[in-house]
């Protein structure tokens, strides 16, 4: 591409545009020698240790985490500001004189 300017009408007037250099920046590049395959045994090597601690613990973190759940709602219930939805229904008392 040529850098001179190009000159057009527009509304009456004489514009000159001229070619961009910010636009060369996005032309093919030299790829990065960067390597792709830094580590993979080592990277196996730890996913298989993670899998292998979470099926041993998975039991354990799955009660503690239904155990907040369920500490969190106890303790919700029993805020005095819930304590007028209690409703406990008793047995009307029975009369001694039949």
């Known amino acids: 591409m040529d850098s001179l300017p190009v000159e ?3 509304g009456g007037g004489l514009v000159k ?3 961009s250099h910010a636009a060369d920046s996005f032309g093919a590049k030299e790829p990065l ?3 792709t395959s830094v ?3 080592d990277d196996d ?3 298989e240790r993670r899998k292998a601690f979470y099926a041993k613990f998975r ?3 799955l009660v503690c985490v239904a155990g907040v759940i369920l500490g969190w709602w106890v303790s919700a219930t ?4 819930t304590r007028h939805r ?3 229904y008793l047995p009307a008392p029975r009369s001694s004189l039949t």
């Not at 029993?78 to 500001?81: E, F, G």
């Open 17 to 19: 545009r001229s070619h």
């Open 78 to 81: 029993v805020l005095k500001a």
């Open 45 to 47: 090597a730890e996913q």
């Open 33 to 35: 020698d960067v390597p």
């Open 39 to 41: 580590g993979d045994a």
């Open 86 to 88: 209690w409703q406990v």
């Open 8 to 10: 057009e009408r527009q």
């Open 59 to 61: 039991p354990v973190i």
